[in-house]
């Protein structure tokens, strides 16, 4: 199996110039994306997430990456520093989870994303 810590650390790099092959290939065919709630099944949908659906730009500020071999999981925090489609500025922190299968491609990813206390006032 590949290195999956540097699997994940490739894909916030591929991400970042909106390389969207090299991303899905990460994905098993029936992987699951849980993007803060929101529930991605299997290739089609997430490959739609990524070239359609996700309208941001920018960079990931990775703070920690660490990973347990046996689980076969990854777990990351950082920042997202970007733009929205419409060039508004576009800032938050977030955490990752990513589990891989025995082929080494991702069979689950949650992200969490903190998107500041305006969005959580009552």
């Known amino acids: 199996m590949s290195n999956i810590r540097d699997l994940v650390a490739g894909y916030y790099q591929a991400i970042d110039r909106s390389d969207v092959e090299s991303i899905v290939r990460l994905f098993a065919p029936d992987a699951v994306y849980d993007r803060a709630g929101v529930e991605y099944r299997h290739m089609?949908?997430?490959?739609?997430?990524?070239?359609?659906?996700?309208?941001?730009?920018?960079?990931?500020?990775?703070?920690?990456?660490?990973?347990?071999?046996?689980?076969?999981?990854?777990?990351?925090?950082?920042?997202?520093?970007?733009?929205?489609?419409?060039?508004?500025?576009?800032?938050?922190?977030?955490?990752?989870?990513?589990?891989?299968?025995?082929?080494?491609?991702?069979?689950?990813?949650?992200?969490?994303l903190a998107l500041g206390p305006a969005r959580t006032a009552r």
């Open 44 to 112: 089609p949908e997430i490959r739609k997430f990524f070239s359609e659906d996700r309208q941001m730009s920018g960079a990931h500020i990775i703070t920690s990456l660490w990973s347990d071999d046996k689980t076969r999981s990854v777990f990351v925090t950082g920042r997202f520093e970007g733009k929205t489609a419409a060039g508004d500025a576009h800032s938050f922190g977030f955490a990752d989870v990513w589990r891989f299968n025995a082929a080494g491609l991702v069979s689950k990813r949650e992200s969490y």
